[in-house]
């Protein structure tokens, strides 16, 4: 009998030794398949979505843009200071993140705050530092609304300015993680501790593909 | 070898079930366990957001529901709180929190006395149920 408990003890952790190795994380969105000509010959090659470029106001009142997460793996996501919904839910898991890699330079943080009109750069400071943000590698940030909406399409994150629900502003509430050539790698319910725990493993997985 | 796996098994099974009993205050009596459990779910529904599961808040933006002294020293405003929201600066647990509190209008006496008595029983050192009389009387009475 130990023997054969023995038996079952080895090949379970044969199967967890191996698995975290033959991971790796797919890049989503939907991919165009291209025909292109090199050296005189027609290649097909793929090209997936990627965040475009951008530059928005932080809570320092500093303009910063995708340049500021070059080589770095992020997560990003949309709220509002005073969202009485999802919200603190959202970024009381985030902050579970924030915290396990804080130090850590290869990983930030950007929240895109989707109330234009009250979140001002002093609103998502105090905002920012009441949550116990201490450091730049957490970025909240606001712009226009065509360029924080338009955006947030390509993070594949619904947002809606909207009076019949509570707060003013309607937005599903994904963490999403992006890779150094601004792939999207991960979406997770930000409302979901299970969610957050799977963000927490997967950037410690995508973190292993620039090691 | 099967018997010491039979009373292994009993011996831990009493474990469990003396270590469940414990969890929370378990002087409470039927209809404030009752009051409680219903108060759990409208608590996940409208407060846990903000509040936390375990009643700890959210760094300094959203106050710990576990100041035992400011829930028993307020408790006859906190039926005010919960229907007509806060405004200002309050101290909880030695902190300083200034955040606007959505009101909740649309709960009803009772609701506020399920939620009221699942926060202060489980998060405060209360051992009694809030009644609905209670909260109809403090809301009269909202400062």
Redesign the interface.
Known sequence: ?IKNILAVATVSLAFLACQPNSKKLPIIGDREVVEKVVDGKTVIDTIYPAIPNFEFLNQDSVLISDKNFENKIYVANFFFT?C??????M??NL?KAYEKFKGNSGVAFLSHSIDFKHDQPHVLKS?A????VDNDQWQFVTGSKADIYGISDKYLVFTKEDENV?GGYDHSGYLVLIDHEKHIRGVYDGTSEEETEKLLSDIDILLAEYK | ?KLVCTLLIFGLMIIGFAQLSSCHNNNLNIQTAQYAVNGQKLYKIHC???H?AKGEG?????PPLTDKNFLSKNRNQLACIIKNGLKGEIVINGETFN??M?ALSTLNDVDIAYILTYVTTHFGDADSTFSQDEVAQSLKDCK
């Open positions: 009998m005073h009485p919904s999802i919200c603190p839910t970024q009381r902050l905002y530092s009441k949550l116990g509570a | 070898m846990q957001n903000c936390g959210l760094g300094k933006l959203y955040q606007n959505p």
